[in-house]
């Protein structure tokens, strides 16, 4: 067959055959008297054979490998073509983020789209430094991308870099908070602890701490940690469990204290933390170390119950324990003094003496 019938029934151009045939991929078999190309069945047999490694992603030097080198091995190609493919889908996925980073912008003319651009730039840099002037030296009026930012924040590793991202987050247009709650699921503990602090960052929404009570039960102390400490200081009381086990494990145990004494201003969830913490303690497992960090939450809380419990305390089989016990009865009981020695209310409907000086 000559090369305008190979052509027609194979599909590759004319143009295509002659390079093959400059490669050494597909030489015609013969040629006419008038020296045109011959091609013998097996020759377009070899075409098709060429076009199907071609549809695999393989350059023309490596089918000519594939083809030629009686050593290559399939399995070998294959494994190649998979590595690359994964190579090039993440580069692509890398494009179209910056391509989403852009458009939500919402750019007004291309100097918002180089902005935009040359941010990206300088999140990308493997200089911890510059990409901290990235986040902190923009300029006046500038729009950081929140979702830019909040993928850049999963990523940085730099505690110092992280922390300049996530201020710059919690005052971006957006919130960033689905990239952010996306990486709370990762199977990384370490993008989870970043999702965490940032969305620990953000202004209060009722989202942001939906996504914080989702990892209350992490596997990772410092996840859940993190998101008991920030629900907790909003007064939320779902976090009392995790914050009592924080106490119980020593993980950020003073923290979890002082979190735990200010919800416990609410009658209902001092009842409840009380029963936890006492629960804690008549615990098998309980050990001298976890009582004395149970005492020290215990004088965190308010009322009587606190501290008729360290009053048993103090009667502990182990030394240390009861020594403890007894020093936070004695600031209990000076806290109650104290409180029963405060002056009285003023009046503020009247000259600003106390009413019983009227």
């Known amino acids: 067959m000559l090369i305008g019938e190979v052509a027609r029934r194979s599909g590759v151009s004319p143009r295509m055959l002659r390079h093959y045939d400059a490669l050494g991929l597909v030489r015609p078999t013969g040629r006419t008297v008038g020296g045109y190309r011959a091609y013998s069945a097996e020759d377009v047999r070899r075409i098709f054979h060429v076009e199907s490694l071609r549809s695999l992603g ?22 190649d073509l998979i590595r690359w493919t994964e190579d090039r889908l993440e580069r692509e996925r890398e494009l179209l983020a910056r391509l989403r980073a852009i458009d939500a912008s919402a750019p007004a003319d291309w100097q918002d789209v180089l902005h935009v651009v040359s941010l990206m730039q300088g ?29 850049a924040v999963l990523s940085e590793s730099d505690p110092v870099v992280a922390g300049a991202l996530r201020w710059a987050l919690a005052r971006s247009d957006g919130d960033g908070l689905a990239t952010l709650a996306a990486g ?73 204290a002082e979190v735990l004494g200010a919800l416990s201003r609410d009658p209902d969830r001092a009842e409840r933390i009380m029963a936890a913490l006492v629960g804690e303690l008549a615990a098998p497992s309980a050990g001298p170390a976890t009582r004395i960090r149970l005492a020290q939450a215990l004088v965190e809380l308010s009322g009587d119950a606190p501290l008729e419990v360290l009053r048993g305390l103090a009667r502990d089989d182990d030394r240390a324990v009861a020594l403890v016990a007894s020093a936070f009865v004695g600031v209990l009981d000076k806290r109650s003094a104290e409180d029963r020695d405060d002056p009285p209310p003023v009046d503020s409907g009247g000259d600003g003496r106390p009413s019983d000086a009227r």
């Not at 493997?126 to 830019?148: H, I, K, M, N």
């Open 58 to 79: 393989l350059s023309l030097k490596q089918i000519g490998r594939a083809l030629e080198d009686p050593a290559f091995s399939p399995s070998a190609l294959v494994g």
């Open 123 to 151: 999140l990308d840099s493997a200089s911890a430094a510059r990409r901290q002037q990235t986040v902190l030296g923009r300029r006046e009026g500038a729009v950081f991308p929140a979702e830019l930012l909040a993928g």
């Open 184 to 256: 709370l699921h990762s199977d990384d503990a370490d993008v989870r602890r970043r999702a965490v602090l940032a969305i620990a960052a953000l202004p209060e929404t009722p989202a942001a701490w939906k996504a914080l009570e989702e990892v209350l039960g992490d596997t990772d102390p410092t996840v859940r940690g993190q998101a008991a400490l920030a629900l907790g200081g909003r007064g939320v009381g779902a976090a009392v469990p995790a914050l009592v086990g924080m106490v119980v494990e020593g993980v950020n145990d003073v923290d979890a």
